[in-house]
Nanobody, 119 residues
Framework: QVQLVESGGGLVQAGGSLRLSCAAS????????MGWSRQAPGKEREFVAR????????DYTDSVKGRFTVSRDTATNTVTLQMNSLKPEDTAVYYC????????????WGQGTQVTVSS
């Protein structure tokens, strides 16, 4: 079984920064991509950012471009989301996600970590 464990959430004032990390444990799996999704109160879950494991190319949702940076460490199999210039609308539960192929939905999800941005 694969487990994704997030860390680094918390409370920050608008304009501040937070860094989320995600470590995979359990059985070894071949990953195509890892990334982050989030769900704000009363809203649907949305894609935030992802990184293709082989090559390192990245994608972001428009609302975080220029503020968030996703990166990976292939030696430790961790993925990180550096969040700068945070806004109250970034408040959400952030989930680490992983997929094993380019197709379909994400295969693995973490438990989520709360990020709260105060105005």
């Amino acid at each position: 079984q694969v487990q994704l464990v997030e860390s680094g959430g918390g409370l920050v004032q608008a304009g501040g920064s937070l860094r989320l990390s995600c470590a995979a444990s359990g059985r070894t799996f071949s990953r195509y991509a890892m990334g982050w999704s989030r769900q704000a109160p009363g809203k649907e879950r949305e894609f935030v950012a992802r990184i293709i494991w082989s090559g390192g190319s990245t994608d972001y949702t428009d609302s975080v471009k220029g503020r968030f940076t996703v990166s990976r460490d292939t030696a430790t199999n961790t993925v990180t989301l550096q969040m700068n210039s945070l806004k109250p609308e970034d408040t959400a539960v952030y989930y680490c996600v992983a997929k094993i192929s380019p197709y379909g939905q994400y295969d693995y999800w973490g438990q989520g970590t709360q990020v709260t941005v105060s105005s």
